[in-house]
């Protein structure tokens, strides 16, 4: 039986007087991509934000023998949890290869130019703009970049925020493509995503979130299976009337 690498137990976040996240619980076993969907505002980002320890949260999060209420951000990058914002927060005015060394400076001179070449190969347009300033390029190659830097800290959970916001489709795909090969690697994630369909399609396991909690869970094919999420989230309702129409 495996351990698991990160468990949230009774998480509630505030922002004053309002509470954005509301005691909710979730999982994620070593290897497993686990994904968070939900509308805008529905509290996800705002949850993230809180396991990476942006925004204090009242409840409890263990992250291996860790437990998180007592690190801080930087003792957590050091125990292997990474967050590409939905900004990518890149450095924009440093190179693309800069930028990945920025990312590998916990390891090694050695292993670090070991895992920068481990990102080209899985990023190649990184490699072919490894000169290039970030700011110059496209927001898939950004957000591309975002999870390479990443991933050169090699880490054992990478939490990503809305990967396919405002990319093409075919940009898209390779996103999650990536994602998924993530997962051949070893490496955990936990994907938040209002593009419900990409996200179900890669992740084991999911979660449904609205105004805060956890609305739904289960496997990724149960939820996509859900007549609630496929009305919501998945366009169904959409998609038939538009092809009763047609017909």
């Known amino acids: 039986m495996r351990k698991t690498l990160l468990s949230v137990n009774n998480v509630s976040v ?3 007087n309002v509470e954005a996240v509301r005691d909710v619980s979730l999982d994620i076993e070593p290897g497993e991509i686990v994904t968070i969907i939900g509308a805008n505002g529905a509290g996800k980002t705002t949850l993230l934000n809180s396991i990476m320890g942006i925004l204090p949260f009242r409840g409890q999060v263990q992250f ?3 437990s998180l209420e007592r690190l801080e951000i930087e003792q957590r990058v050091a125990a292997g949890l990474f967050l590409v914002p939905e900004h990518r927060e890149l450095f924009t005015t440093m190179t693309v290869a800069d930028n990945l060394v920025l990312g590998g400076f916990q390891t090694s001179r050695a292993n670090a130019a070991v895992a920068q070449e481990r990102i080209y190969a899985m990023f190649p347009r990184l490699k072919e703009r490894r000169s290039q300033l970030a700011g110059t390029l496209s927001g898939g190659e950004q957000q591309m970049l ?3 830097r990443a ?3 090699e880490p054992k959970l990478l939490m990503l925020d809305e990967p396919s916001l405002g990319l093409a489709p075919r940009i898209v795909a390779d996103i999650f493509t990536i994602i998924g090969d993530l997962r051949k690697a070893g490496i955990s994630v936990l994907l938040v995503e209002q593009n419900a369909q990409a996200a179900l399609r890669v992740a084991d396991r999911a979660y449904v979130m609205e105004l805060g ?3 739904l869970s289960g496997s990724a094919s149960k939820i996509a299976g859900d007549s609630r999420v496929m009305a919501s989230y998945l366009g169904f309702e959409q998609d038939m009337a538009h092809q009763e129409t047609a017909s």
């Open 151 to 153: 991933l050169m800290g």
């Open 146 to 148: 975002a999870m390479g």
């Open 64 to 66: 291996g023998a860790n």
């Open 213 to 215: 909690s956890f609305v």
């Open 14 to 16: 505030s922002y004053g």
